[in-house]
Protein backbone atom coordinates (compact mmCIF):
# COMPACT_ATOMS: atom_id res chain seq x y z
CA UNK A 1 0.00 0.00 0.00
CA UNK A 2 1.66 3.44 -1.18
CA UNK A 3 0.60 6.78 0.29
CA UNK A 4 1.61 10.03 -0.79
CA UNK A 5 4.23 12.16 0.87
CA UNK A 6 4.20 15.46 0.36
CA UNK A 7 8.13 17.07 0.39
CA UNK A 8 7.76 20.92 1.09
CA UNK A 9 10.68 22.92 0.29
CA UNK A 10 12.57 25.10 2.95
CA UNK A 11 12.53 28.36 2.13
CA UNK A 12 16.31 30.12 1.87
CA UNK A 13 18.02 32.56 4.28
CA UNK A 14 18.30 35.00 0.79
CA UNK A 15 14.33 34.84 -0.04
CA UNK A 16 13.69 38.22 -1.45
CA UNK A 17 11.69 39.90 -3.77
CA UNK A 18 13.23 40.74 -7.31
CA UNK A 19 10.53 40.71 -9.93
CA UNK A 20 11.81 38.35 -11.71
CA UNK A 21 8.98 35.43 -12.75
CA UNK A 22 7.62 37.67 -15.93
CA UNK A 23 3.90 36.67 -16.21
CA UNK A 24 3.64 35.79 -12.28
CA UNK A 25 1.48 39.08 -10.87
CA UNK A 26 2.77 38.23 -7.44
CA UNK A 27 6.57 38.08 -8.10
CA UNK A 28 5.91 41.77 -10.58
CA UNK A 29 3.72 43.33 -8.21
CA UNK A 30 6.19 42.92 -4.81
CA UNK A 31 9.61 43.66 -6.91
CA UNK A 32 12.09 45.65 -4.53
CA UNK A 33 9.77 44.63 -1.54
CA UNK A 34 11.97 44.32 2.11
CA UNK A 35 11.24 40.36 2.26
CA UNK A 36 11.51 39.02 5.90
CA UNK A 37 13.64 35.04 5.07
CA UNK A 38 12.99 33.99 8.88
CA UNK A 39 9.26 34.46 8.62
CA UNK A 40 9.10 33.04 5.48
CA UNK A 41 10.74 29.99 6.57
CA UNK A 42 8.62 29.70 9.74
CA UNK A 43 5.46 29.67 7.62
CA UNK A 44 6.66 27.33 5.72
CA UNK A 45 7.73 25.14 8.82
CA UNK A 46 4.26 25.64 9.83
CA UNK A 47 2.32 24.41 6.88
CA UNK A 48 4.72 21.10 7.62
CA UNK A 49 3.72 21.09 11.31
CA UNK A 50 -0.09 21.30 10.23
CA UNK A 51 0.13 18.51 8.26
CA UNK A 52 2.42 16.38 10.09
CA UNK A 53 -0.05 16.61 13.58
CA UNK A 54 -2.58 15.49 11.25
CA UNK A 55 -0.90 12.64 10.45
CA UNK A 56 0.36 13.07 7.67
CA UNK A 57 3.69 11.81 6.51
CA UNK A 58 5.61 15.38 5.72
CA UNK A 59 8.94 15.65 4.11
CA UNK A 60 11.74 18.27 3.83
CA UNK A 61 13.79 19.54 0.81
CA UNK A 62 16.46 21.72 1.73
CA UNK A 63 17.56 24.91 0.04
CA UNK A 64 20.06 25.23 -2.30
CA UNK A 65 23.07 27.38 -1.76
CA UNK A 66 23.30 31.26 -3.04
CA UNK A 67 24.34 32.57 -4.69
CA UNK A 68 25.22 30.27 -7.45
CA UNK A 69 28.87 30.85 -7.41
CA UNK A 70 29.21 28.00 -10.17
CA UNK A 71 27.15 30.10 -12.23
CA UNK A 72 28.79 33.03 -12.26
CA UNK A 73 32.27 31.28 -12.67
CA UNK A 74 29.98 29.83 -16.44
CA UNK A 75 29.43 33.37 -16.53
CA UNK A 76 33.50 34.89 -16.71
CA UNK A 77 33.47 35.78 -13.14
CA UNK A 78 36.86 35.17 -11.70
CA UNK A 79 38.62 34.88 -8.66
CA UNK A 80 37.47 34.07 -4.68
CA UNK A 81 34.30 33.92 -4.18
CA UNK A 82 34.33 36.92 -2.21
CA UNK A 83 36.48 38.65 -5.47
CA UNK A 84 33.22 36.77 -7.41
CA UNK A 85 30.66 38.78 -5.05
CA UNK A 86 31.95 42.31 -5.42
CA UNK A 87 32.71 42.03 -9.08
CA UNK A 88 29.16 40.58 -10.11
CA UNK A 89 27.47 43.30 -7.63
CA UNK A 90 29.90 46.11 -9.28
CA UNK A 91 28.47 45.30 -12.91
CA UNK A 92 25.04 43.66 -12.58
CA UNK A 93 23.14 43.91 -9.43
CA UNK A 94 20.57 42.38 -10.88
CA UNK A 95 22.70 39.01 -12.17
CA UNK A 96 23.40 38.63 -8.64
CA UNK A 97 19.86 39.01 -7.41
CA UNK A 98 19.00 36.10 -10.00
CA UNK A 99 21.79 34.07 -8.71
CA UNK A 100 20.99 34.32 -5.20
CA UNK A 101 17.46 33.93 -5.80
CA UNK A 102 16.02 31.07 -3.19
CA UNK A 103 13.13 30.41 -6.02
CA UNK A 104 14.32 26.65 -5.06
CA UNK A 105 11.86 26.41 -2.37
CA UNK A 106 8.65 26.01 -4.75
CA UNK A 107 9.65 22.15 -5.07
CA UNK A 108 6.11 21.77 -7.03
CA UNK A 109 8.55 22.87 -9.73
CA UNK A 110 11.49 20.63 -8.95
CA UNK A 111 10.06 17.54 -11.06
CA UNK A 112 7.84 15.58 -12.10
CA UNK A 113 7.37 12.22 -10.42
CA UNK A 114 5.44 8.94 -11.75
CA UNK A 115 4.64 6.70 -8.92
CA UNK A 116 6.14 3.33 -9.22
CA UNK A 117 2.12 1.96 -9.07
CA UNK A 118 1.80 3.49 -12.58
CA UNK A 119 4.34 2.43 -14.52
CA UNK A 120 6.10 -1.31 -16.20
CA UNK A 121 9.27 -0.81 -14.11
CA UNK A 122 7.33 -0.71 -11.18
CA UNK A 123 10.07 2.14 -9.60
CA UNK A 124 9.00 5.80 -8.88
CA UNK A 125 10.12 7.63 -11.74
CA UNK A 126 11.48 11.36 -11.11
CA UNK A 127 11.85 13.81 -14.05
CA UNK A 128 13.53 17.21 -13.08
CA UNK A 129 12.26 20.19 -14.53
CA UNK A 130 15.21 22.42 -16.32
CA UNK A 131 12.91 25.19 -15.33
CA UNK A 132 14.42 27.24 -18.40
CA UNK A 133 11.69 29.57 -18.66
CA UNK A 134 13.06 31.62 -16.34
CA UNK A 135 17.69 32.36 -15.41
CA UNK A 136 16.59 32.70 -12.16
CA UNK A 137 14.93 29.36 -12.06
CA UNK A 138 16.79 27.12 -14.41
CA UNK A 139 20.19 27.97 -12.26
CA UNK A 140 18.03 24.78 -9.90
CA UNK A 141 18.45 22.33 -12.23
CA UNK A 142 21.61 20.87 -11.75
CA UNK A 143 21.72 20.90 -7.90
CA UNK A 144 18.27 20.03 -7.56
CA UNK A 145 19.30 16.79 -10.11
CA UNK A 146 21.87 16.00 -7.70
CA UNK A 147 19.78 16.41 -4.52
CA UNK A 148 17.16 13.98 -5.59
CA UNK A 149 19.85 11.70 -7.20
CA UNK A 150 20.90 11.40 -3.53
CA UNK A 151 17.62 11.24 -1.46
CA UNK A 152 16.01 8.57 -4.48
CA UNK A 153 19.13 6.54 -4.95
CA UNK A 154 17.98 3.08 -4.39
CA UNK A 155 17.53 1.76 -8.10
CA UNK A 156 15.11 -0.74 -6.68
CA UNK A 157 12.59 1.59 -5.84
CA UNK A 158 13.68 5.22 -8.01
CA UNK A 159 14.87 6.29 -11.01
CA UNK A 160 15.97 10.03 -11.23
CA UNK A 161 16.38 10.75 -14.67
CA UNK A 162 18.23 13.54 -16.55
CA UNK A 163 16.53 16.96 -16.71
CA UNK A 164 14.77 17.50 -20.62
CA UNK A 165 17.20 19.09 -22.80
CA UNK A 166 17.56 22.69 -21.53
CA UNK A 167 16.11 24.36 -24.96
CA UNK A 168 12.93 26.17 -25.53
CA UNK A 169 11.40 23.63 -27.40
CA UNK A 170 11.46 21.31 -24.22
CA UNK A 171 10.65 24.12 -21.49
CA UNK A 172 9.65 21.88 -18.95
CA UNK A 173 8.44 23.18 -15.08
CA UNK A 174 7.75 20.40 -13.51
CA UNK A 175 4.75 18.83 -10.92
CA UNK A 176 3.37 22.14 -11.31
CA UNK A 177 1.86 21.13 -14.95
CA UNK A 178 1.04 17.85 -14.04
CA UNK A 179 -1.95 16.14 -12.49
CA UNK A 180 -2.39 12.35 -11.73
CA UNK A 181 -6.35 11.06 -10.93
CA UNK A 182 -6.07 7.75 -9.10
CA UNK A 183 -8.60 5.42 -10.11
CA UNK A 184 -10.30 2.47 -8.11
CA UNK A 185 -9.95 -0.32 -10.97
CA UNK A 186 -7.80 0.98 -13.53
CA UNK A 187 -4.87 2.58 -13.70
CA UNK A 188 -4.10 6.08 -12.59
CA UNK A 189 -5.19 8.68 -15.87
CA UNK A 190 -2.16 11.22 -16.23
CA UNK A 191 -2.58 14.76 -17.40
CA UNK A 192 0.27 16.55 -18.03
CA UNK A 193 -1.16 20.65 -18.90
CA UNK A 194 0.84 22.47 -21.74
CA UNK A 195 1.40 25.91 -23.12
CA UNK A 196 2.29 25.62 -26.25
CA UNK A 197 3.06 23.45 -28.95
CA UNK A 198 5.63 23.21 -32.03
CA UNK A 199 2.39 22.75 -34.29
CA UNK A 200 1.53 26.05 -33.50
CA UNK A 201 -2.47 27.08 -32.65
CA UNK A 202 -3.47 29.58 -30.03
CA UNK A 203 -1.11 31.18 -27.51
CA UNK A 204 -0.86 33.66 -24.74
CA UNK A 205 0.10 37.05 -26.30
CA UNK A 206 1.14 38.85 -22.77
CA UNK A 207 2.75 36.78 -20.45
CA UNK A 208 4.84 33.71 -21.98
CA UNK A 209 3.71 30.15 -21.45
CA UNK A 210 6.14 27.70 -19.68
CA UNK A 211 5.61 24.37 -20.63
CA UNK A 212 4.94 22.81 -24.29
CA UNK A 213 3.74 19.71 -25.33
CA UNK A 214 6.86 18.30 -26.45
CA UNK A 215 8.24 18.30 -23.14
CA UNK A 216 5.33 17.21 -21.73
CA UNK A 217 5.20 14.55 -23.66
CA UNK A 218 8.70 13.22 -23.08
CA UNK A 219 7.88 13.12 -19.43
CA UNK A 220 5.51 10.53 -19.90
CA UNK A 221 7.55 8.21 -22.05
CA UNK A 222 10.31 8.61 -19.69
CA UNK A 223 7.99 7.69 -16.73
CA UNK A 224 6.88 4.75 -18.32
CA UNK A 225 3.10 5.29 -18.94
CA UNK A 226 1.26 3.67 -21.19
CA UNK A 227 -0.88 5.81 -24.07
CA UNK A 228 -4.28 5.13 -22.51
CA UNK A 229 -2.85 6.67 -19.07
CA UNK A 230 -1.75 9.92 -20.74
CA UNK A 231 -3.64 13.29 -21.71
CA UNK A 232 -1.65 16.07 -22.85
CA UNK A 233 -3.86 19.13 -22.45
CA UNK A 234 -3.53 22.62 -23.61
CA UNK A 235 -4.12 25.43 -21.14
CA UNK A 236 -6.34 28.47 -21.68
CA UNK A 237 -4.13 30.98 -23.51
CA UNK A 238 -6.45 33.47 -21.70
CA UNK A 239 -5.78 32.03 -18.52
CA UNK A 240 -1.96 32.34 -18.64
CA UNK A 241 -2.29 36.31 -20.16
CA UNK A 242 -4.57 36.48 -17.02
CA UNK A 243 -1.60 35.59 -14.51
CA UNK A 244 -1.94 31.48 -14.52
CA UNK A 245 1.72 30.88 -15.24
CA UNK A 246 1.69 26.99 -13.98
CA UNK A 247 -1.32 24.60 -14.17
CA UNK A 248 -1.51 24.38 -10.31
CA UNK A 249 -2.80 27.85 -9.78
CA UNK A 250 -6.02 26.88 -11.81
CA UNK A 251 -6.50 23.54 -11.47
CA UNK A 252 -5.59 20.37 -8.95
CA UNK A 253 -6.34 16.54 -8.29
CA UNK A 254 -6.43 14.39 -5.79
CA UNK A 255 -7.21 10.62 -5.72
CA UNK A 256 -9.89 10.50 -7.83
CA UNK A 257 -10.86 14.59 -7.87
CA UNK A 258 -10.41 17.18 -10.03
CA UNK A 259 -10.77 20.43 -9.10
CA UNK A 260 -10.62 23.72 -12.00
CA UNK A 261 -12.15 26.49 -13.07
CA UNK A 262 -13.75 27.39 -15.84
CA UNK A 263 -10.85 29.04 -17.79
CA UNK A 264 -8.62 26.83 -17.15
CA UNK A 265 -8.44 24.64 -20.20
CA UNK A 266 -8.57 25.57 -24.06
CA UNK A 267 -11.65 23.53 -25.28
CA UNK A 268 -12.38 22.65 -21.95
CA UNK A 269 -15.81 20.99 -22.35
CA UNK A 270 -14.27 18.28 -24.40
CA UNK A 271 -11.41 17.96 -22.39
CA UNK A 272 -13.28 17.18 -19.16
CA UNK A 273 -15.93 15.30 -21.44
CA UNK A 274 -12.43 12.77 -22.30
CA UNK A 275 -11.14 12.64 -18.25
CA UNK A 276 -14.48 10.91 -17.94
CA UNK A 277 -14.52 8.49 -20.32
CA UNK A 278 -10.92 7.68 -19.85
CA UNK A 279 -11.44 7.58 -16.26
CA UNK A 280 -14.18 5.12 -17.11
CA UNK A 281 -16.73 7.72 -15.30
CA UNK A 282 -14.82 7.30 -11.87
CA UNK A 283 -13.75 10.91 -11.56
CA UNK A 284 -15.28 13.41 -9.48
CA UNK A 285 -14.56 16.59 -11.51
CA UNK A 286 -15.87 20.40 -10.03
CA UNK A 287 -15.58 23.29 -11.98
CA UNK A 288 -15.81 26.18 -10.60
CA UNK A 289 -17.79 28.76 -13.02
CA UNK A 290 -16.24 32.61 -13.67
CA UNK A 291 -19.54 33.75 -11.99
CA UNK A 292 -19.03 32.48 -8.92
CA UNK A 293 -14.89 32.72 -8.81
CA UNK A 294 -13.17 34.90 -11.64
CA UNK A 295 -10.19 34.16 -13.12
CA UNK A 296 -9.13 37.26 -11.96
CA UNK A 297 -9.79 35.95 -7.88
CA UNK A 298 -8.82 32.87 -8.34
CA UNK A 299 -5.24 34.00 -9.28
CA UNK A 300 -5.39 36.58 -6.33
CA UNK A 301 -6.87 34.25 -4.01
CA UNK A 302 -4.30 31.06 -5.48
CA UNK A 303 -7.85 28.99 -4.39
CA UNK A 304 -6.14 26.01 -6.74
CA UNK A 305 -3.38 26.17 -5.10
CA UNK A 306 -4.87 25.15 -2.21
CA UNK A 307 -3.89 20.72 -1.06
CA UNK A 308 -6.55 18.53 -0.62
CA UNK A 309 -5.45 15.62 1.65
CA UNK A 310 -6.96 12.37 2.88
CA UNK A 311 -8.86 9.76 2.00
CA UNK A 312 -13.34 9.49 1.49
CA UNK A 313 -13.13 9.02 5.81
CA UNK A 314 -11.43 12.35 6.61
CA UNK A 315 -10.59 15.08 3.60
CA UNK A 316 -9.15 18.09 4.21
CA UNK A 317 -8.57 21.05 2.18
CA UNK A 318 -5.99 23.39 3.09
CA UNK A 319 -6.02 26.79 1.25
CA UNK A 320 -4.22 30.07 1.33
CA UNK A 321 -5.31 32.44 3.89
CA UNK A 322 -5.57 35.18 0.82
CA UNK A 323 -8.57 32.81 -0.17
CA UNK A 324 -10.53 33.61 3.05
CA UNK A 325 -9.95 37.16 3.20
CA UNK A 326 -12.08 37.17 -0.35
CA UNK A 327 -15.13 37.10 0.81
CA UNK A 328 -16.62 35.21 -2.93
CA UNK A 329 -14.04 32.91 -2.76
CA UNK A 330 -14.61 31.93 0.91
CA UNK A 331 -18.36 31.87 0.73
CA UNK A 332 -17.69 29.91 -2.37
CA UNK A 333 -15.34 26.97 -0.20
CA UNK A 334 -17.34 27.15 2.85
CA UNK A 335 -20.36 26.13 1.42
CA UNK A 336 -19.68 24.78 -2.42
CA UNK A 337 -16.57 22.99 -2.12
CA UNK A 338 -16.94 21.64 1.44
CA UNK A 339 -19.95 19.94 0.08
CA UNK A 340 -18.78 18.70 -3.87
CA UNK A 341 -15.62 17.35 -2.39
CA UNK A 342 -17.08 16.38 0.81
CA UNK A 343 -14.69 18.11 3.45
CA UNK A 344 -14.52 17.41 6.77
CA UNK A 345 -11.76 19.82 7.23
CA UNK A 346 -11.08 23.30 6.16
CA UNK A 347 -8.05 25.21 7.30
CA UNK A 348 -6.58 28.55 5.91
CA UNK A 349 -2.42 28.32 6.43
CA UNK A 350 -0.63 31.93 6.18
CA UNK A 351 1.88 31.85 4.05
CA UNK A 352 2.17 35.47 3.05
CA UNK A 353 5.93 35.39 2.23
CA UNK A 354 6.03 32.69 -0.33
CA UNK A 355 2.62 33.98 -1.67
CA UNK A 356 3.93 37.59 -2.44
CA UNK A 357 6.36 35.52 -5.03
CA UNK A 358 3.59 33.54 -6.01
CA UNK A 359 4.39 30.79 -4.32
CA UNK A 360 1.19 29.14 -2.03
CA UNK A 361 0.56 25.85 -0.41
CA UNK A 362 0.74 23.47 -3.40
CA UNK A 363 3.67 25.00 -4.86
CA UNK A 364 5.93 24.81 -2.02
CA UNK A 365 5.06 20.79 -2.42
CA UNK A 366 6.16 17.62 -4.23
CA UNK A 367 4.20 14.96 -4.26
CA UNK A 368 5.86 11.34 -4.14
CA UNK A 369 3.95 8.40 -3.70
CA UNK A 370 5.67 5.93 -1.38
CA UNK A 371 5.43 2.22 0.46
CA UNK A 372 7.07 1.74 3.40
CA UNK A 373 9.93 -0.02 1.71
CA UNK A 374 10.43 2.61 -0.28
CA UNK A 375 10.20 5.22 2.58
CA UNK A 376 12.91 3.32 4.63
CA UNK A 377 15.16 3.10 1.03
CA UNK A 378 15.01 7.31 1.17
CA UNK A 379 18.84 9.21 2.23
CA UNK A 380 18.64 11.46 4.42
CA UNK A 381 17.02 12.76 7.09
CA UNK A 382 14.12 14.59 5.42
CA UNK A 383 10.64 13.09 7.03
CA UNK A 384 9.74 15.17 9.83
CA UNK A 385 8.77 14.21 13.14
CA UNK A 386 8.92 16.37 16.30
CA UNK A 387 12.90 16.57 16.96
CA UNK A 388 13.20 17.50 13.56
CA UNK A 389 10.91 19.92 13.07
CA UNK A 390 11.76 21.96 16.31
CA UNK A 391 15.59 21.32 15.27
CA UNK A 392 14.63 23.54 12.03
CA UNK A 393 12.38 26.04 13.49
CA UNK A 394 15.69 26.57 16.41
CA UNK A 395 17.90 26.87 13.59
CA UNK A 396 15.74 29.42 11.27
CA UNK A 397 15.13 31.65 14.41
CA UNK A 398 18.94 31.82 15.23
CA UNK A 399 20.19 32.34 11.87
CA UNK A 400 17.53 33.31 9.45
CA UNK A 401 17.74 37.44 8.95
CA UNK A 402 14.58 38.75 9.43
CA UNK A 403 15.11 41.78 6.64
CA UNK A 404 16.49 41.45 3.91
CA UNK A 405 16.86 44.24 0.99
CA UNK A 406 19.36 43.63 -2.61
CA UNK A 407 22.14 45.43 -1.05
CA UNK A 408 22.81 43.14 1.67
CA UNK A 409 23.09 40.17 -0.82
CA UNK A 410 25.97 41.89 -1.61
CA UNK A 411 28.08 41.77 1.60
CA UNK A 412 30.30 39.48 1.93
CA UNK A 413 29.85 39.02 5.62
CA UNK A 414 26.54 38.20 5.06
CA UNK A 415 27.10 35.81 2.44
CA UNK A 416 29.41 33.85 4.54
CA UNK A 417 26.77 33.74 7.23
CA UNK A 418 24.05 32.45 5.09
CA UNK A 419 26.49 29.85 3.51
CA UNK A 420 27.04 28.72 6.82
CA UNK A 421 23.60 28.21 7.75
CA UNK A 422 23.22 26.37 4.62
CA UNK A 423 25.51 24.05 5.13
CA UNK A 424 24.10 23.65 8.69
CA UNK A 425 20.76 22.57 7.44
CA UNK A 426 22.52 19.76 5.36
CA UNK A 427 24.03 18.87 8.42
CA UNK A 428 20.69 18.63 10.29
CA UNK A 429 18.75 16.77 7.43
CA UNK A 430 22.22 14.31 7.22
CA UNK A 431 22.61 15.32 3.95
CA UNK A 432 26.34 15.10 2.24
CA UNK A 433 27.88 18.78 2.06
CA UNK A 434 29.28 17.99 -1.42
CA UNK A 435 25.63 18.05 -2.44
CA UNK A 436 26.77 21.88 -2.27
CA UNK A 437 29.72 21.89 -4.40
CA UNK A 438 27.00 21.96 -7.68
CA UNK A 439 26.50 25.34 -6.35
CA UNK A 440 30.24 26.32 -6.00
O1 LIG B 1 8.47 30.47 -10.89
N1 LIG B 1 8.29 32.88 -8.36
C1 LIG B 1 8.06 31.51 -8.79
C2 LIG B 1 6.80 30.95 -8.15
C3 LIG B 1 6.64 29.49 -8.42
C4 LIG B 1 5.31 28.98 -7.99
N2 LIG B 1 5.21 27.59 -8.22
C5 LIG B 1 4.12 26.94 -8.63
N3 LIG B 1 3.07 27.58 -9.10
N4 LIG B 1 4.13 25.67 -8.61
C6 LIG B 1 7.93 31.43 -10.31
O2 LIG B 1 7.29 32.29 -10.90
C7 LIG B 1 9.59 34.93 -8.10
C8 LIG B 1 10.97 35.28 -7.66
C9 LIG B 1 11.19 36.76 -7.55
O3 LIG B 1 10.52 37.52 -8.24
O4 LIG B 1 12.06 37.18 -6.75
C10 LIG B 1 9.45 33.48 -8.58
O5 LIG B 1 10.37 32.94 -9.13
Given at each position: MSCEVNFDGLVGPTHHYAGLAFGNLASIGHQGAVSNPRQAALQGLEKMRWLMDRGFIQGVLPPQLRPNFSVLRQLGFQGSLQAILTQVWQQSPHLLSMCSSASAMWVANAATVIP??????QRTVLVPANLLSHFHRSIEAAATTSLLRYVFADRNYFQVTAPLPAVAAYADEGAANHMRIALPRQAALHVFVY??????GRTPSRYPSRQTREASAAIARLGGLAEQQVMLVKQNPEAIDAGVFHNDVIALSHDGLLLCHQ????NQLQVLDEVRSRSGDQVTIVQVPEADVSLQQAVSSYLFNSQILGGAAHRVLLLPVECEQDAAVKRYVETELRQQLALQEIAYVDLQQSMRNGGGPACLRLRVNLDKAALRALKGRLILDDELHEQLVALVQKEYPERLT?????DWQFTRQVMETTRNLYRLLD?????LDASL
Amino acid sequence: MSCEVNFDGLVGPTHHYAGLAFGNLASIGHQGAVSNPRQAALQGLEKMRWLMDRGFIQGVLPPQLRPNFSVLRQLGFQGSLQAILTQVWQQSPHLLSMCSSASAMWVANAATVIPACDNESQRTVLVPANLLSHFHRSIEAAATTSLLRYVFADRNYFQVTAPLPAVAAYADEGAANHMRIALPRQAALHVFVYGNDANGGRTPSRYPSRQTREASAAIARLGGLAEQQVMLVKQNPEAIDAGVFHNDVIALSHDGLLLCHQQAFLNQLQVLDEVRSRSGDQVTIVQVPEADVSLQQAVSSYLFNSQILGGAAHRVLLLPVECEQDAAVKRYVETELRQQLALQEIAYVDLQQSMRNGGGPACLRLRVNLDKAALRALKGRLILDDELHEQLVALVQKEYPERLTLEQLADWQFTRQVMETTRNLYRLLDLPLALLDASL
